[in-house]
């Protein structure tokens, strides 16, 4: 007996867009909409069986009322065609009495795991015949620390399992920033026996083990810079007990992706500077065809253009040229890393006091007390009262100030 | 480190330009203005770090004929070594550094001697002008103090506090602690502060979107729940309206049913029963009546009942047979007489046999010689008797001839006798035999055959001669006649007939034969008429024998038999008439008793059944009956009525129990409807009111939903709290730095400033001539002091001292900085360009002293163009003046 069904995750539906321009908030917010349709219309048209919903599907605080509505229209459109719809809560979408999701009038197609404790249930199909378990444990609260998967029933019989579950797996090489919420091992999850997990949280889709395949579908659609590459979700078939296909299908019209831009100690003129990067992503762009581009673009290294790019209005007219000129959404240009063409090693062991700054520096990235002694006060920043959290924050702003001490004291003439 | 010569061959304005050989001491350069004089330092300053800019069309001493920049110097070491730079300028930078021992390309590095001091720090602290101390300005000090106790020696490092002031510019155009200003974190905030409203607004219009969303769902729940109490109450009305004729007539028709009551016990008593009893009395009477008169007539057939005989009985028995004799009676008389008539016909023929066998045969006829005769060849037997004929003609010719002779002889007679006793014995026994006498019909015939055997014939002698040829032919007759007679041997002819045969023998045979054939054709008609009659006697013998009558002749006996039969016919259904009317009066009767108990158990049923009514009388029994019937009747005429108007009846009759069940008691009718009309209108009422609230809210949410949304406003608040934080961090970090910078600058000072300022005290009490010994930095203020010896107080640097003094404090901390930055290096040349131009006597002599003393530790060049000031120098010990 064969089994399909569609595994997304993290779609974070009204996520808050951070860009500067409304209309690119916009943009994205109908895209992530536009993306989510798309999943739906991809699990109609593939006749799947169930739509497995791996958490995070919404924001719980910025879930709006329309949103609210729009999701439950697609949700309604496969339980006209008798597509289950499993769905476990993540962390952003805990179900509780106290959160959105509990209060949401889901259609009847739509089985939402409401506790940490597993359950089993059976997706039949139109004779009855169970086809396969779909185990899956949701989150009770926002900060879900226990490792559910453990707790998950041990897969037995010809019929396959398929676990659901939002989660952190430790043990193997992530890309971003995630807190281990509900947090698992490689491990515990292959121990089950079961024929694919179907994982959420990490927005970074990836198959962290084939045979059983345990997979990560990643964000439905990048929400920022750090969301980077073509979103998606993983069309599955099973056959018996074994997975035949896991493949990924792209959904999000949207690319976020971020470029550096270095070895600029030669350009001398903003024109220069233009080409240069005109000619670097077109590159890039042509491998993203038919995709809405939300590019980062960060300048880094010396460059003699280090005046010219400290003004922003030189920094925004060459965004918009670029991104006029090779059809971006968005393109935004950092030139935070633009250093003067200045080697802190010539300013280093001399008997001045840009010597004394710079050997102050590196004494305070590892004097605390030091560092504390000379902390602003107060500091602007909010929120980093308690003692370590200061001397982390005052770590971080140590950070790359050599390169500014010297630029700020050493007088150049501007060109 | 001492230069002992230099040589321009170009650079700047000096061309081809050698210094005479250059003494220790001090080192005055005297020329005018625009002489080279700063030429000339930049031209030592090349010599010891190279050429900057290294480019020969930037540079700013690359002659203006184009030649390339090219110097030479002879540098004295500390220790006394000397060594010479040579330092080109062409497409690309070049130096060497030759020594007693080798030659040392240093390309466009400065000297390994100088490395210890940046280009820009010697090129700005190693030179010190007049200009420098003639501006004894806040600025100018503060400028100062960064110079002399900063570490900003050099025009490439901007002064710390200029830097930290920008940041803290900077920092406080991101953010300030107080309330001045419009920062940028504080727009940002400014901004949030709205967006929180507007977020807080929108999560309030979200909510009463929802709200909204709810009351529309309450709203949406009352519309139906009013639609539905609407239809129901519609319903109500129309099923009242619907249902009231209905339940009225079967209330009716109930009460006419309660009324007739249990009319299921009567069901057997007849409509009209008021006529049936009556009637049933009446035939009960008349049936009795009946039955009376049957049992009168029984009685008179069973008193008298005819009897047939047994003959009688025998006779009906052969009813058919005495009837078939009957029919056969003409016929059987009519064979009789037609029996006699064969009989007769018979009788002649025989004798007619008898009388041509007579003749013929000897003995007469007998039926034996039938075969015989029959058998006889009449063709032979003629052309035999032709035979014979013409021999007995040849013969009688010759007989005629002897019989003429013998004829008158004799002449034969008692042969012909013979033969019809024959014949008439044969035929009487023939007779007897026929009719079952056979005794004596043998007996005749042995008879006859002994007649006829006795019957001889013989011939008669020829004649003589003739007898001879008589006998010839007699003998030819006889072989003749032998044919003949062996042809005819089975039968008896007579001599005669045989003794000459003649063609009358043929013809008699065929006379014979015929009379035979007819006889045999009477004998057999008379064997059919006797065989006919034959059955039929013997049907009449045996019924005359059964009925024991005495027979008379056949017709005679049919004729009586005919009629004792019909005698008896006639009293058999006299016997059969009495019977059948029996068997009727007995079916009568059966029907008749059994017709009299059906209606007396008819009758006493219906008046059993009525005597439960309870009536004193029948009479009035049957009219509550038929009272209780009539309103049955008009129940079931009503019922019929009402099934016919409503084909559904038994629905409406459900719809109504179950509204009775819901307690409706059909009691007040009008009132009830009219109620039922309030609240439909009522309702119509509700549901407008609630479609004008759903519209309300619809609009609402329509104009709700318009509103800000919660994700946008979030997005836009996380990117300005991005920015804010950002913006915050930025500011932090400026101020870090700033911190950072004014930490440095102590620490540079602290490390620095004491040697300096006790160096530069020392400097300032020779310059003063122990005027002013100590200089000192008063870190709060950030003000320098100088110590007066003659009044023992620290005076402040500034605008209560003289300029002079000012200068000399000036130059002090400069020569303090420039011996401090040394340290153990290798003291590098010094520059004053007219430093001593503005000093009074007292103070250049002291000033000289210092040069002259400093000179001693290093080189020391001082630019002037003053005249005065060469001629009055020239005359100083350890001062040297070229000129330039």
């Not at chain 1, 006749?47 to 719980?60: K, M, T």
């Not at chain 1, 939402?112 to 004779?127: C, F, G, N, R, W």
């Not at chain 1, 605390?368 to 982390?392: F, H, I, R, Y």
């Not at chain 2, 318009?706 to 961090?729: F, P, S, T």
Request: charged content about 30%; hydrophobic content about 35%.
């Amino acid at each position: 007996m064969s089994l399909r069904f569609l595994h997304l995750a993290d779609v974070h539906l009204d996520t808050p867009f951070q860009n500067k321009e409304p209309h690119e908030r916009q943009l994205l917010r109908e895209a992530l909409r536009r993306a989510f349709q798309e999943a739906i219309s991809l699990a109609i048209n593939h006749q799947v069986d169930a739509l497995l919903i791996a958490g995070d599907l919404f924001d719980n605080e910025t879930l709006s009322f329309s949103t609210e509505k729009y999701l439950l229209q697609q949700l309604e459109k496969l339980h006209q065609v008798g597509i289950r719809v499993f769905y476990t809560p993540g962390n952003h979408d805990p179900y509780g009495s106290n959160y959105r999701l509990s209060r949401i009038p889901w259609p009847a197609n739509v089985h939402i795991y409401k506790q940490a404790d597993p359950e089993t249930v059976s997706l039949k199909d139109d004779q009855g015949e169970v086809k396969a378990y779909i185990v899956g444990a949701g989150h009770e609260g926002s900060r879900e620390k226990r490792n559910l998967a453990q707790e998950f029933p041990q897969a037995e019989g010809d019929i396959p399992f398929i676990g659901v579950l939002h989660t952190y797996v430790g043990g193997y090489q992530e890309i971003g920033e995630h807190e281990r919420y509900a947090p698992c091992s490689v491990r515990d999850l292959l121990a089950k026996n079961y024929a694919y997990w179907a994982l959420g949280h990490i927005h970074q889709g990836q198959v962290v083990h084939e045979d059983p395949f345990v997979v990560y579908a990643g964000s439905l659609m990048g929400r920022n810079i750090r969301e980077e590459g073509i979103k998606g979700a993983y069309l599955v078939e099973i056959e018996g007990k074994n997975v035949v296909q896991a493949k990924f299908i792209p959904l999000a019209s949207v690319c976020w992706l971020q470029v550096t831009l270095a070895d600029l100690a030669n350009i001398t003129q903003l024109k220069e500077l233009e080409k240069r990067i005109k000619d670097t992503l077109s590159e890039i762009v042509a491998g993203y065809a038919g995709l809405a581009l939300f590019i980062r673009l960060l300048l880094k290294g010396p460059c003699p253009l280090y005046y010219e790019l400290a003004d922003e209005v030189n920094i925004a007219t060459l965004a918009e040229e670029v991104a006029l000129s090779l059809e971006l959404s968005h393109l935004e240009i950092s030139a935070e890393g633009i250093l003067r063409p200045l080697c802190i090693a010539d300013y280093q062991d001399k008997p001045h006091v840009v010597s004394t700054v710079l050997e102050l520096i590196t004494k305070l990235k590892e004097d605390d007390e030091l560092l504390a002694n000379l902390a602003p006060s107060p500091l602007a920043k909010s929120g980093v009262n308690n003692g370590q959290d200061e001397l982390t924050y005052l770590r971080k702003l140590l950070t790359d100030l050599e390169p500014e001490v010297v630029a700020r004291l050493v007088e150049v003439k501007k060109r | 480190m001492r230069l002992k010569a230099i040589q321009a061959k170009a650079f700047g304005r000096l061309e081809k330009w050698e210094s005479s050989s250059i003494t220790e001491g001090l080192v005055v350069i005297y020329g005018p203005n625009e002489a080279g004089k700063s030429t000339l330092f930049h031209l030592i300053k090349t010599l010891l770090y190279g050429w900057h800019p290294a480019n020969k069309e930037e540079h700013p001493y690359t002659p203006w004929q184009g030649a390339n920049p090219h110097i030479e110097g002879l540098i004295e070491e500390k220790e006394g070594s000397v060594f010479s730079v040579v330092r080109q300028l062409t497409s690309r930078p070049s130096g060497v550094m030759i020594t007693e021992n080798r030659t040392q390309n240093l390309g466009n590095l400065p000297l390994p001697q100088v490395n210890f001091l940046p280009r820009e720090i010697y090129e700005h602290i190693y030179a010190l002008t007049v200009d420098e101390l003639s501006l004894p300005t806040p600025k100018v000090w503060a400028h100062l103090e960064d110079q002399l106790f900063g570490g900003q020696f050099a025009p490439f490092i901007r002064p710390v506090r200029t830097v930290i002031e920008e940041l803290k510019n900077e920092a406080n155009s991101l953010w300030r602690t107080d309330r001045r200003g419009q920062p940028q974190a504080k727009e940002i905030a400014d901004k949030l502060r709205i967006l929180y409203q507007r977020r807080k607004a929108a999560a309030e219009n979200d909510k009463n979107l929802y709200r909204l969303q709810a009351e529309r769902d309450q709203y949406l729940q009352q519309l139906r729940a009013s639609t539905e109490e609407k239809i129901r109450a519609n319903t109500g009305l129309e099923r009242l309206q619907r249902l009231y004729p209905v339940q009225k007539r079967i209330a009716q028709i109930a009460l006419l049913k309660e009324k007739a009551g249990d009319l299921e016990k009567y069901s057997g008593i007849p409509a009209n029963i008021q006529d049936v009893l009556p009637e049933l009395e009446n035939k009960i009477r008349e049936k009795q009546t009946r039955l009376d008169k049957i049992g009168e007539r029984e009685e008179q057939l069973s008193e008298n009942p005819p009897v047939l005989s047994k003959e009688e009985y025998a006779l009906l028995d052969y009813e058919k047979e005495i009837v078939r004799l009957s029919n056969s009676y003409h016929l059987i008389e009519a064979e009789l007489k037609k029996l006699d008539e064969v009989r007769k016909e018979g009788e002649f023929s025989v004798l007619r046999l008898h009388e041509l066998s007579r003749d013929l045969f000897t003995g007469g006829w007998n039926r034996q010689y039938i075969p015989a005769i029959k058998e006889i060849n009449e063709a032979n037997l003629g052309a035999e008797l032709k035979g014979y004929k013409q021999a007995f003609n040849r013969y009688q010719e010759t007989l005629a001839q002897y019989q003429g002779l013998q004829a008158r002889l004799e002449k034969g007679v008692g042969f012909v006798l013979k033969i019809i006793a024959v014949f008439f014995l044969g035929g009487i026994g023939i007779y007897r035999l026929i009719f079952n006498d056979l005794l004596e019909g043998l007996i005749f015939l042995l008879v006859g055959v002994g007649v006829g055997y006795s019957l001889n014939l013989y011939s008669y002698p020829e004649l003589k001669k003739m007898k001879a040829t008589m006998e010839k032919l007699a003998e030819e007759i006889k072989q003749e006649k032998d044919v003949i007679i062996q042809e005819l041997r089975e039968l008896p002819f007579s001599l005669k007939r045989i003794e000459s045969p003649d063609e009358s023998l043929l013809i008699d045979l065929q006379r014979l034969r015929d009379i035979l054939t007819e006889l045999e054709k009477v004998e057999l008609r008379e064997k059919n008429i006797l065989e006919h009659i034959k059955d039929k006697e013997k049907i009449l013998n045996e019924v005359c024998n059964r009925c024991n009558f005495s027979q008379d002749n056949f017709l005679s006996d049919i004729e009586m038999l005919e009629k004792a039969l019909l005698k008896a016919q006639e009293k058999n259904n006299l016997v059969k008439k009495s019977e059948q009317e029996k068997e009727v009066l007995q079916k009568e009767r059966e029907i008749l008793e059994n017709e009299l108990r059906a209606s007396v158990k008819e009758h006493l049923s219906y008046v059993s059944i009525l005597e439960e009514i309870g009536g004193e009388s029948v009479q009035e029994n049957i009219r509550i009956f038929l009272e209780r019937r009539k309103q049955w009747e008009t129940s079931q005429a009503l019922e019929e009525d009402l099934y016919r108007e409503y084909p559904h009846l038994e629905e409406l009759q459900k719809e109504i129990e179950y509204l009775e069940e819901e307690g409706e008691n059909w009691l007040d009718y009008d009132q009830k409807i009219a109620r039922a009309k309030e609240k439909s209108a009522e309702i119509e009422q509700k549901i407008v009111e609630i479609n004008r609230q759903l519209g309300k809210l619809n609009s609402d949410l329509i104009n709700g939903e318009k509103e800000e949304r919660l994700d946008e406003l979030c997005g836009e608040i996380a990117h300005l709290e991005d920015k804010r934080d950002y913006v915050l961090k930025k500011r932090d970090r400026l101020i870090l730095l700033s911190n950072i910078l004014k930490e440095a600058d102590f620490r540079f000072r602290e490390k620095h400033q004491p040697d300096v300022l006790q160096k530069a005290g020392k400097y300032l009490e020779t310059i003063t001539a122990g005027k002013y010994n100590r200089i000192s930095l008063e870190e709060e203020r950030k003000s320098l002091y100088v110590h007066s010896q003659k009044d023992g107080e620290f005076i402040e640097a500034g605008p209560s001292l003289s300029r002079g003094t000012l200068e000399q404090i000036y130059l002090a901390l400069r020569l303090a900085l420039v011996e401090h930055l040394e340290q153990s290096f290798n003291p590098l040349p010094l520059f004053f360009d007219e430093v001593l131009v503005n000093w009074d006597s007292f103070r250049l002599e002291n000033g000289l002293k210092i040069l002259t003393e400093l000179a001693q530790k290093r080189q020391v060049f001082l630019f002037t163009c003053h005249d005065w000031l060469k001629d009055y120098l020239r005359e100083k010990e350890n001062v040297q003046v070229l000129d330039i």
